[in-house]
């Protein structure tokens, strides 16, 4: 077990409904590539965030940031790497590197933070609400 | 009061990110312009759709259908025709006309069939449950 | 060679993004979903369908329909079997049946119906302009 | 005519298919509704973007950003404030505040960065290639 939390990489392939009229994947379509991501990294960690949400633990958005820097066409296959960027009590964010895998090359980078809440959105802190979770976000796996 | 069920005129302007590499609004829109006339359908017969389901009263579909008579391009101005196609006692239809404003020409025409249930997805009779909202969509609008 | 069209099966995970209030898919993600599974299909016979819109040959939809029979939710593993159900001179159609990979059952199946056109979406009979794609369709995977 | 640029306001209602299972409009399309402000602004400064791109002369985004204040839910009135925040040679930014109409709240605001570019996306300067959409952008509005 190590203080390094893992970077988990999650590929997928682009959607033609993706693509706009300028050729290229939409942008609106990253922060759900984010998404992708970020369920992949709690699934890996051994916490899949449905199962979290199901015990009326929710981790909405309160900031997201996105840096464009090479277009996603349809059907390239895409890589999201993502990693915990933060974690304090109530609150955790993370980083993503969006990869062209034919290319390997970087295409987008961005971050999104979150709050731990109930389902009334009300904050909570996930250190006290839940430890496993917590302990398992802080090494980047369960423990 | 009448028997007749009215139409409820919608118009929405098409959005970039609705665009594909085609250059034409993505099929896949037209449900959510339905979802649009439909929502415009229940506010303007006196019970706005989002008041039904925070009664615990949800209205999934059971099937759709969708004919592509024009192409809808960016910034278009659609106007959406909504009406109840069929009314039973768990069951609601509607029929969807989509307009090109400027032309005038019909370019989409779909239905969309729906149960009524409750929040566990269970069917229910909205007669009994929610006269009030089965009478008016017999009338098309609030007696 | 045999005149039996293939089916392609596609796995994919339902995204947090296309839930809804509901807790469930949306229903304007099935026609996403059943083009995931057409580009597939595509790929699957030999002809990346990326390929053959930067040749100059567009496939729009003429029309869709789709049934729902269970919902699907955030996380679900789906498997969308596609199979050509019409293949004509300027259009083809497209079934599609869509599975709970963890349950086994049917959650949903639907149609697409195409035209194949150039870039001004003007109809082109496939057969004469690209005979190698129309013998691939017609047999259901590259000749 | 002023040197002050123009705050253009824009309303919409949240859609359905917007709200995920937390029972909020998704993150995801914030930029979506940025999109819509944007495509106004343009529209309300006499240059609606879809001739500004059948002229070949296209913005994509370079980055964006998003603050999330207050959740939207669904058929929430939304306004909207679109304003340039940076216009130099090749590039301009736009900021953006979202505000619920009958609460009178602020409850997301962001920005998106943009390059000119040609259809190949190669970056163009606006204002030697089209002076009077340089112009208007600078004063807000067309001159």
């Not at 390094?4 to 290229?24: C, H, L, N, P």
């Not at 379509?29 to 949400?53: A, C, H, L, M």
């Not at 997201?64 to 296959?77: G, L, R, S």
């Amino acid at each position: 077990m190590t203080e390094q939390t893992q970077k988990v990489e999650t590929e997928m392939v682009v959607r033609y409904a993706e693509t706009d009229q300028m050729g290229i994947a939409h942008h609106s379509n990253y922060p759900v590539w984010f998404e992708i991501g970020r369920t992949d990294f709690f699934k890996k960690i051994g916490f899949p965030y449905s199962q979290i949400e199901s015990m009326g633990i929710l981790l909405p958005l309160t900031d997201m940031k996105c840096k464009f820097i090479k277009p996603a066409k349809y059907e390239d296959t895409i890589v999201i790497e993502t990693q915990i960027s933060t974690l304090k009590h109530v609150r955790v964010g993370f980083h993503y590197d969006v990869y062209n895998k034919q290319m390997g090359t970087l295409i987008a980078s961005g971050e999104t933070n979150h709050g731990w809440t109930d389902r009334q959105l009300n904050p909570i802190g996930i250190e006290e609400k839940f430890p496993a979770l917590y302990e398992a976000l802080k090494h980047g796996h369960a423990t």
